[in-house]
């Protein structure tokens, strides 16, 4: 087949050597401001899409391209929830402080992939920590990686 026949788009990403990033299967759960941080990312990719445009640099528009894709994709499909008020168990986007068997505490608030960030204190709804507390109501244990956490406080935020 002629080269004449390749999409602009292919070319592009070849120029830079970008793949696609790739987008989780699961469902794209999303808090509030999981939300807020997809519009945000848009919004600042194309201003930074509008520059390189100007400036023709087309290294920068291929992988400026692709992250807009990436996080187009990633809006149409977010699905925002939100804990329903005074729930006793864990769910999507509460806090769970879990206490290790040596005493030692920690906090994760389950949120999406996309916005998880555990140095932060943020998991992904789908990380085996996640999976493994959802349903849990305090005073319950989970089991993940041979290690077990006793839930101690649940929050809604």
Do not use: C
């Not at 830079?16 to 790739?22: H, N, Y």
């Not at 879990?98 to 992939?113: A, F, Y």
């Not at 109501?137 to 929050?155: Q, R």
């Amino acid at each position: 087949m002629s080269r004449a026949f390749t999409r602009e788009e292919d070319s592009e990403n070849a120029i830079a050597g970008v793949r696609e990033r790739p987008i989780s299967t699961h469902r794209n759960l999303v808090t509030e401001r999981g939300l807020a941080q997809i519009d945000d990312n848009l919004a600042d990719l194309r201003d930074i899409m509008a520059k390189a445009e100007r400036k023709a640099d087309r290294e920068r528009i291929a992988v400026v391209s692709r992250d807009l894709r990436y996080w187009t994709a990633r809006r149409e499909s977010a699905e925002v929830s939100v804990p329903e008020p005074g729930s006793d168990v864990v769910r999507f986007g509460m806090g769970v402080t879990l206490q290790s068997d040596d005493g030692r505490k920690v906090h994760w608030k389950i949120v999406g992939e996309d916005e998880a960030d555990p140095a932060k204190g943020s998991i992904s709804h789908v990380s085996p920590m996640a999976v493994a507390l959802f349903g849990k109501k305090v005073g319950d244990v989970a089991s993940v990686n041979g290690k077990e956490w006793e839930i101690v406080k649940l929050s809604e935020s």
